[in-house]
């Protein structure tokens, strides 16, 4: 069994990354740290809050980190881009029933502190800037050789960006947050643009959450139509977010290469992912995916209604 913490700005592709957690019974949520990107670090909380509400797991306890970069003097505000691809409040054009669950007390970053100085049987799963994750080793320095795992969907290594032609969206909004992680000694594996661009999600997967008859389907069915409406149009979409928990859960889906990782934080090139100089790194990036079976995988997500 799989013991998994997320850590999201949950918009759309985060919501199916979110169901699979909660969902597949290979797999135990710990719990959700919530951060800005896609959304506020508000909606993000609210997003999370409704859509575990959604998929029967209100046992699940969310947390709020963060709400912006470490270098910004004021909370994030997502960007025209961001509202057109995940909708006005990231549940594109529909609004989700309310939880009645109020988030945790526990500030995000204060969780995720204490989760890793207290074990390390679990992987930590990032679909949005590593701002929260940055906190943690900036206030706790001892744990940046924690020795669980870390996944994050981020970055571009051997790919052009997609915020431009360097960076990806989430290296970009916190590049300072992200070279702090991966100059670290964590054990973390990027899940960047490299693979997450070779995979698909399809209109035939929204027909089939939709015909499963569920009130998650509906709305999962909803969110990926919108979705695939608002980024890549016609038939098909990108598998960002979910990739990382896939491979969280079955890594071998994936071809990695070890490396060190840095990010660029001046210049042009602000928020880039490339090839540190760090020795014994216990960083790897993806490289490449075996589409297949990771379109297999989320063909079955049917099956969790």
């Not at 575990?52 to 025209?80: C, F, N, Q």
């Not at 007390?105 to 994750?133: A, H, I, Q, W």
């Not at 996944?151 to 290296?171: D, L, P």
């Not at 290469?257 to 490339?274: A, L, N």
Request: hydrophobic letters at 35%; aromatic letters at 6%.
């Amino acid at each position: 069994m799989l013991k998994l913490i997320l850590d999201e700005d949950t918009g759309i592709d985060d919501a199916i990354a979110l169901t699979i957690a909660a969902r597949d019974k290979d797999i135990e949520l710990l719990g959700v740290t919530c951060t800005y990107g896609n959304v506020t670090v508000d909606e993000s909380v609210r997003n999370t809050l409704d859509m575990l509400s959604v998929l029967k797991r209100d046992d699940v306890k969310v947390y709020r980190g963060r709400d912006r970069a470490l270098s910004s003097s004021s909370p994030y505000s997502p960007h025209e881009a961001g509202r057109r691809i995940h909708g006005p409040k990231g549940t594109g054009d529909i609004v989700l029933p309310k939880s009645r669950q109020k988030e945790e007390v526990m500030d995000g970053v204060e969780y995720l502190k204490t989760m890793m100085e207290s074990r390390s049987d679990f992987t930590l799963v990032t679909t949005g800037p590593l701002t929260n994750l940055a906190s943690v080793l900036l206030e706790e320095p001892q744990l940046s050789s924690w020795k669980g795992k870390v996944v994050s969907m981020i970055g571009a290594f051997e790919r052009r960006g997609n915020v431009n032609e360097y960076a990806e969206a989430n290296s970009f909004k916190d590049p300072e947050a992200a070279r702090i992680v991966f100059e670290s000694d964590l054990d973390i594996t990027m899940i960047g643009l490299d693979v997450t661009e070779k995979t698909r999600l399809y209109k035939r997967n929204a027909d089939e959450w939709r015909e499963s008859g569920s009130e998650e389907g509906r709305i999962l069915s909803s969110l990926l139509s919108y979705y695939i409406d608002n980024t890549l149009g016609g038939d098909e979409t990108y598998v960002h977010d979910p990739s990382a928990v896939i491979y969280a859960l079955h890594s071998s889906y994936f071809t990695t290469i070890p490396t060190p990782i840095t990010v660029v934080t001046e210049g042009r090139e602000r928020g880039r992912t490339i090839k540190g100089r760090k020795e014994n790194a216990r960083s790897s990036v993806a490289i490449e995916v075996e589409r297949d079976k990771v379109e297999a995988f989320l063909s079955n997500i049917k099956n969790y209604f």
